[in-house]
């Protein structure tokens, strides 16, 4: 008789397109995630979490072909036949929110959301399914005050958490500045939005490649047609020249001062009503930031800001980071945008059909992350716990009591609980746990009411080095008294 074959195993790896985060990473997450609340606080906005779970008639708006609700996010259908997807950001769980409670929530609401987001998207370098967002916003204020606010809070978290001034800039540009230009470039038809969609759509894309592309790129694609290096053609927006010359010089507006800047735009946008409306919200924007004293070294008036979701209706702003890093290749370049938002006063609208302003920010927490360890100022404490050893299983209630001695005096701590047979084995543990400290007791330390403090971060330090002279004031492994634990080893982690 043949034999079952055996139960395959399953395979132990991440799913394509995710990833896991371990100890210091968290910590490092967390700790920079604490500092951005602290502000979003402080400016007087509430803590909210939503369900990771949303329906697809709430998202709907959104995804990329409403026929098939599992394309662009992860969906599935109930056994009541609803289709379920996990959020794809932390905006549209808001707006539900604003909807489902608008009579118990003050107005405006103002309120700050982190957490994961999952979007079904090719993955690719750098590129994952599942990441971390951070967002604030104010629901009920029509007000570009809201606006402003949300872009000073912003400058003000970057510079909290540790990118200074000088290393980004916020960026701060107006939808409606943008459809006043379409409309003097004949690619908006105020009387028929969805006119002339297709072309907007190409223009849009054109401004935002301007920094890779260049005036030349740009002024291909806002015309015929652009051929990459690899023959690749893209189809653009068939623009004649004096069209394409409105959007070049809508591009290069950009003045010394942001009120320069809005001068320059309202040439542009000349007799279009929507544009004189846009640049007005501008001025007002530029005015409340500059008597607060966000100069243009820290938020400017900046044209070149498209931000690509279509559901954006006023101001728009994105967060860049102006320091050089190295790419892949070895090459130098900007680090980028870490974060972007805008005014979105139709999205409440879905729910209940009356218009509510709405502006919001979002930051990349994963790239902040990033920059913030590229520029070597992420400043958690990664330092791993005093690992207390075991040299006699038949004393670990003396091992037990030494680790409680430092936990209650808030010092992280714990004691090897493998198989104590191999002390190397326990050291090579404490190493990969990056413990700065282990502590050894065996009889003969016990009987004399002592105990052996191991430096191991020195004793690293040491190893490296050809000679032991600088060390010589400080050694690498001590012996106190017992009752001297605590005092010791805190002494040790300060230095």
């Known amino acids: 008789m043949a034999q079952d074959k055996s139960t395959r195993r399953p395979r132990a790896e991440t799913p394509k397109g995710f990833r896991d985060y371990f100890g210091a990473e968290v910590t490092e997450r967390k700790a920079m995630l604490d500092k951005v609340a602290e502000v979003y606080h402080r400016y007087g906005f509430d803590p909210l979490e939503t369900s990771a779970v949303e329906t697809v008639e709430a998202l709907g708006k959104f995804l990329p072909d409403v026929d098939r609700p599992n394309e662009g996010v992860f969906a599935w259908q109930d056994e ?101 230009v379409m409309e003097v470039a004949g690619v908006l038809d105020p009387t028929d939005p969805d006119r002339f969609a297709n072309e907007r759509g190409i223009v849009l894309r054109a401004i935002d490649k301007i920094d890779r592309l260049g005036d030349a790129g740009v002024r291909a694609l806002l015309g015929e047609g652009r051929k990459d290096e690899s023959g690749d053609f893209t189809k653009g927006a068939g623009l004649g020249a004096e069209q394409a010359e409105v959007v070049m010089a809508f591009m290069a507006a950009r003045r010394a001062t942001g009120l320069e800047t809005t001068a320059r735009l309202r040439e542009l946008v000349g007799p279009s009503t929507i544009g004189q409306e846009g640049v007005q919200e501008l001025e007002t924007i530029a005015d409340l930031l500059d008597r607060q004293g966000y100069g243009p070294d820290r938020i400017l008036i900046d044209p070149g800001v ?190």
């Not at 204020?141 to 000088?166: K, Y």
């Not at 004793?459 to 005092?487: C, M, S």
């Open 306 to 495: 498209v931000r690509g979701l279509g559901y954006y209706t006023g101001p728009v702003f994105e967060a860049e980071l102006t320091f050089e890093i190295l790419d892949e290749k070895g090459r130098k370049r900007s680090f980028g945008s870490v974060a972007g938002g805008g005014r979105y006063d139709d999205l409440v609208k879905r729910f209940t059909g009356q218009s509510v302003p709405a502006t919001g920010v979002s930051i990349g927490v994963d790239r902040l992350l990033a920059a913030l360890q590229a520029k070597g100022r992420s400043t958690a404490n990664t330092t791993g716990p005093v690992v207390v050893t075991v040299m006699d299983r038949d004393r670990m209630a003396d091992y037990m009591a030494m680790v409680s001695d430092l936990r209650n005096a808030g010092i992280r701590a714990e004691v090897y609980l493998g198989n104590p047979k191999n002390f190397g084995n326990q050291l090579k543990y404490a190493d990969k746990r990056a413990s700065p400290i282990a502590v050894i007791q065996g009889g003969n330390e016990a009987d004399k009411g002592t105990v052996i403090l191991k430096d191991l971060i020195l004793g690293a330090q040491i190893a490296q080095n050809a000679t032991l002279e600088e060390w010589k004031d400080r050694p690498a492994q001590v012996e106190i008294p017992r009752a001297d634990l605590v005092a010791q080893v805190r002494k040790m982690l300060d230095q």
């Open 80 to 180: 009541d036949a609803d289709w379920m997807a996990l959020r794809y950001d932390l905006t549209a769980p808001l707006a539900r929110v604003a909807a489902q409670y608008r009579n118990d929530l003050p107005s405006p609401y103002r309120r700050y959301a982190m957490g994961p987001v999952w979007r079904n998207e090719k993955p690719g370098p750098g590129r994952f399914r599942q990441f971390y967002q951070c967002d604030a916003d104010t629901v009920g204020a029509p007000s570009v005050a809201a606006d402003a606010e949300i872009c000073a809070m912003l400058s003000d978290a970057l510079e909290t958490v540790g990118i200074p001034r000088g290393d980004y800039v916020v960026r701060v540009n107006n939808r409606k500045v943008l459809n006043g």
